[in-house]
């Protein structure tokens, strides 16, 4: 047996996906579950409105923030290193940089290859046959001499071509200057959510594998003020490592870092013994070369996560490919339902929105919004606990799409605990005004502070016109 394998059968914790995740500009093609008349608020909601712990806006299953912004400190060495460059010469390559990381696509794997060569080659052959001018002789000579160099031409042009990214020295101020804001952003965005959810989870030790800048640092830092006591970066670039403990160092190189034992090395511990609170592959399964080179890595972070294992990717489908291939390979247990993005609706990305504001003013990401100094970009993350699950645990539906709220109606369309996705318009006559005014303050990532009523099966079950509440 593969020692992947392996890993997949003797694997006895039980595992639970606290989130998954999606594109604001993606169109729906699917049929949502009708769930209207199913959904009723949570009686925990108008307990707690009642004795004053939250109000509507700030809902328990508020979970998105409106936007998220760097430390000032860090901001304030970044500017400082940055000046090590031109401003021009170091703006134009960060947006290169960025534009590029985002249309990165995974390394295409032999067997995508191989598919793609049988095609080819067979429209290549097909062509040949189609001239009536030649004996088959002929046919035989020509497809000898012209089909091998031919099909390397047309492959060359069709498929991706991978390459790792060197980070040296001017390419990791690129990557500060035009990357941080948002990987900051959105390890917060993740990180605040684990918080909000398990609010006993105090994390002591953190690994994180293709650390770059150390973001996690910063971000958990910020998330569990003075709770973490080892912070273990992993980064095969020097150049990154010397960076971002500089960047802890408030820019001089005789300064103490600002946290305390942050270690950078070049390779994962060595000892499968250690494991860590928190592990964190942020951006970096992107960087592995090959399929296997990415399960094993996966491997290797679950046996060293102690409590909870942390995947973020860009929201783009080549960010949600690489998430849904970690949700499936770490995720063989039967609590556990499939995506229902992967299994009906391929094709369109679960990824989530992030808000930060870009290091540059007017910096150019490709395909992002720009709403005044702030851009807003997705992410697509995938965070696995380890230990028994929590019965107490909400069993609430996450809003993955954008809210479009309506006069008298929320329509949501969201992802149940049971795996669907489901459509639901939320009305005060029909849900009561806790529910619906809850679910006009929530948004796109939120989870709705609702239950459901029991065998909810089909779209069959509830064909109720979005409209017809419109008159209330
Ligand atoms: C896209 S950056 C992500 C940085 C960081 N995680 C963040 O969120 O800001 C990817 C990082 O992975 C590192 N990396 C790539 N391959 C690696 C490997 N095999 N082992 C360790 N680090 C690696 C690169 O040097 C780079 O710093």
């Known amino acids: 047996m593969s020692s992947l394998n392996k890993f997949r059968y003797n694997r006895i914790l039980i595992i639970r996906c606290l989130h998954f995740t999606e594109k604001s500009s993606v169109v729906c093609r699917f049929q949502h579950v009708k769930v ?9 909601l108008k ?82 046959d189609n001239v009536e001018s030649l004996t088959s002789e002929d046919k035989k000579q020509l497809a ?33 200057t035009g990357r941080v804001p948002y990987d900051y952003s959105c390890l917060y965005r993740v990180l605040n959510e684990i918080k909000m959810r398990d609010s006993n989870f105090m994390p002591k030790t953190l690994l994180d594998f293709g650390s770059g800048l150390a973001t996690s640092v910063w971000a958990a830092n910020a998330i569990w003020n003075g709770s973490l006591h080892e912070h273990y970066c992993v980064d095969k670039s020097m150049d990154m490592n010397v960076l971002a403990q500089l960047l802890l160092q408030e820019g001089d190189e005789d300064k103490p870092m600002c946290y305390n034992h942050v270690y950078f090395r070049r390779f994962m511990p060595q000892s499968s013994k250690n494991q860590y609170d928190l592990v964190i592959s942020a951006f970096s399964l992107m960087e592995l070369a090959t399929q296997t080179d990415r399960l ?36 063989q247990c039967p609590h556990d339902l499939p995506c229902p993005r992967v299994t009906t609706d391929k094709g369109t990305p679960c990824n989530f929105k992030i808000t ?117």
């Open 36 to 44: 209207n008349h199913w959904v009723y608020a949570d009686p925990r």
């Open 144 to 176: 000898d001499r012209t089909v091998d160099t031919e099909l390397l031409k047309k492959l060359k042009r069709i498929v991706y071509h991978w390459q790792p990214i060197k980070y040296d020295v001017f390419r990791c101020f690129q990557y500060m």
């Open 296 to 331: 094993e890595l996966l491997m290797s972070l679950w046996k060293k996560t102690e409590k909870y294992l942390i995947i973020l990717e860009n929201g783009t489908n080549a960010g949600f490919d690489a998430i849904s291939e970690a949700r499936h390979f770490i995720l």
């Open 47 to 128: 307990e707690g409105l009642e004795s004053g712990v939250f109000k509507h806006k700030n809902h328990p299953g508020i979970m998105q923030l409106k936007k998220c912004y760097l430390p000032e400190h860090l901001e304030e060495t970044m500017y400082m290193l940055a000046e090590k460059y031109p401003e021009d010469q170091l703006k134009t390559a960060a947006q290169k940089l960025y534009n590029y990381l985002w249309s990165r696509h995974l390394p295409p794997s032999d067997a995508s290859i191989q598919t793609k060569a049988v095609v080819l080659e067979s429209k290549l052959t097909k062509k040949i």
């Open 356 to 472: 930060f504001k870009p290091f540059y003013k007017d910096f150019c990401h490709h395909g992002h919004r720009v709403k005044g100094e702030n851009v807003e970009a997705t992410f697509a993350y995938l965070v696995l606990k380890k230990g028994i699950r929590n019965s107490d645990e909400q069993p609430w539906s996450r809003i993955v799409r954008e809210v479009h709220r309506h006069s008298k109606k929320v329509p949501l369309n969201t992802c149940s605990p049971e795996g669907h996705l489901e459509h639901t318009v939320i009305t005060r006559k029909r849900h009561g005004a806790d529910l619906y005014m809850c679910a006009r303050k929530s948004n796109w990532g939120d989870l709705l502070p609702a239950l459901k009523r029991d065998s909810l099966l089909s779209s069959d079950n509830d064909e109720d016109d979005d409209d017809d509440v419109d008159s209330e």
